[in-house]
Nanobody, 119 residues
Framework: VQLQASGGGLVQTGGSLRLSCAASGSIFSTNVMAWYRQAPGKQRDMVALVSNGGSTNYANSVKGRFTISRDNAKNAVYLQMNSLKHEDTAVYYC??????????????WGQGTLVTVSS
């Protein structure tokens, strides 16, 4: 299973970006899909997650600005980021729980996509 993340880039304060992450390979089903981010010199933190049923959870710092969504048919997860702030600058990673056989679950990370918000 591989996760391919895309959509990062350079944007000005107040701008928007949409991140995408698609899982490929031998996939029977996915469960929680999430976005994390890691700023230079800091730990990797959860930004947003969405369950298989569509329930979402957000870090307080992004509530009202970011929206996570998923497309189960495409095994994809998205992060719409609006009203971006300088402190949103980080490498963003997607994370997906996958089962290949309906019994055993494994967690996978995408390669990371850099988001830079200029002030």
């Amino acid at each position: 299973v591989q996760l391919q993340a895309s959509g990062g880039g350079l944007v000005q304060t107040g701008g928007s970006l949409r991140l995408s992450c698609a899982a490929s390979g031998s996939i029977f089903s996915t469960n929680v899909m999430a976005w994390y981010r890691q700023a230079p010199g800091k730990q990797r933190d959860m930004v947003a997650l969405v369950s298989n049923g569509g329930s979402t959870n957000y870090a307080n710092s992004v509530k009202g600005r970011f929206t996570i969504s998923r497309d189960n048919a495409k095994n994809a997860v998205y992060l719409q980021m609006n009203s971006l702030k300088h402190e949103d600058t980080a490498v963003y990673y997607c994370h997906v729980d996958v089962t290949r056989d309906g019994r055993n679950w494994y967690s996978y990370w995408g390669q990371g996509t850099l988001v830079t918000v200029s002030s």
